[in-house]
């Protein structure tokens, strides 16, 4: 299936005899069978027909629309997905405490364990010496498992992520400084690179869940907060580090992006990607999402990790109609 990326400010998104065409303003073309097409993401001032929009709602194509620099703004999407009692299930499990906790706590010790593989891949190379740190990290992982309630386990993750991003620090490359997690806006390139995929990953989710009739917005482990997909930010945790960080790493320590792909905003402050650093962020992030692996442990066949994400929001329609949460087994990398 084919995910579309449309970043050239000016271009047109059209349909024309059974494909989808992106036409930019130096007369090139791109043309992808509509068969194939399974999102469209659209960034900044790109045009996009009404016939193209038709198109994609009859076929189940959703659109998602970003500004120029990532800040999600919102999706094109059909009816057809919706499942009135899966929903009302889901609600109605969302005010099990202990459903919520159990599956909180699987959620965070992914996580964790994820992040300390990264973090012990990356030192390795570096020779760095993380050993302090990844004892306070598995410190507070001991300290998850033991929660007694989502709001402790969510102040024990946040301990641990503070020290996982100040660690990360010493890891990367020290032409692009990072001293911490800076979100809106971000204020270094690798806080670019990370907030960027996080928005795009999230919004992945998103149209995951819709499209297995569940309403994003009824979390379990994070907060209520208007206007937010918190189950889509509940089963993000798993994979940030695994898709998101360890691809920002691999283009900074690699050299595969330097300074001059990234720019200041001085009318919204903060430090962007420019259109080719963007485009070479996207390529890497996309060959990430179809690169295959064996990391789920209820499978015994390799899968690309986009695949993998499918497969997740299916174990999660089974843990919520069985209102089983040990159904759901997060992905770990080694």
């Not at 009404?50 to 970003?66: A, D, H, N, P």
């Not at 806080?191 to 919004?203: D, K």
């Not at 295959?292 to 919520?320: C, E, G, P, T």
């Amino acid at each position: 299936m084919s995910y579309l990326y449309v970043c050239e400010q000016g271009a047109v998104v059209g349909v024309a005899e059974n494909r989808f065409q992106v036409k930019y303003r130096d007369g090139m073309v791109t043309s992808i069978p509509a068969e194939s097409m399974e999102v469209i993401e659209i960034f900044g001032k790109v045009q996009i027909t009404t016939q193209c929009m038709e198109e994609c709602l009859k076929r189940g194509i959703s659109v998602i629309f970003y500004s120029t620099n990532g800040a999600y703004y919102g999706r094109l999407i059909s009816t057809s997905h919706v499942n009135v009692e899966r929903q009302r299930r889901q609600a109605e499990l969302s005010k099990n405490e202990q459903f919520k906790l159990d599956f909180s706590k699987q959620i965070i010790d992914a996580k964790i364990r994820n992040q300390i593989v990264i973090l012990r891949r990356y030192a390795r190379k570096n020779k760095d010496d993380i050993g302090q740190a990844v004892n306070e990290m598995q410190y507070m992982h001991w300290k998850v498992m033991h929660a007694s309630d989502v709001e402790q386990l969510m102040g024990y993750e946040g301990y641990a992520a503070k020290t996982y991003f100040k660690t990360l620090g010493n890891l990367i490359n020290q032409d692009f400084a990072f001293k911490g997690r800076t979100r809106r806006p971000p204020l270094d390139p690798f806080n670019s690179l990370i907030s960027l995929g996080y928005s795009i990953i999230l919004n992945e989710l998103y149209g995951k869940l819709e499209a297995k009739g569940l309403n994003p917005y009824f979390g379990m482990m994070h907060k209520d907060r208007e206007k937010h997909p918190t189950l889509a930010s509940d089963l993000m945790e798993e994979w940030r580090a695994v898709l998101i960080d360890s691809t920002a790493l691999s283009l900074l320590n690699g050299h595969e992006l330097c300074k001059e792909d990234f720019y200041i905003d001085l009318e919204n402050p903060g430090v962007y990607l420019t259109k080719d650093g963007f485009k070479i962020y996207i390529r890497k992030l996309e060959n990430k999402f179809r690169t295959k692996n064996k990391y789920l442990s209820y499978i015994d066949y390799s899968v690309n990790f986009r695949r993998a994400m499918d497969l997740q929001v299916n174990q999660l329609v089974k843990a919520i109609e069985q209102e089983n949460p040990a159904i759901y087994q997060p992905v770990k990398i080694r």
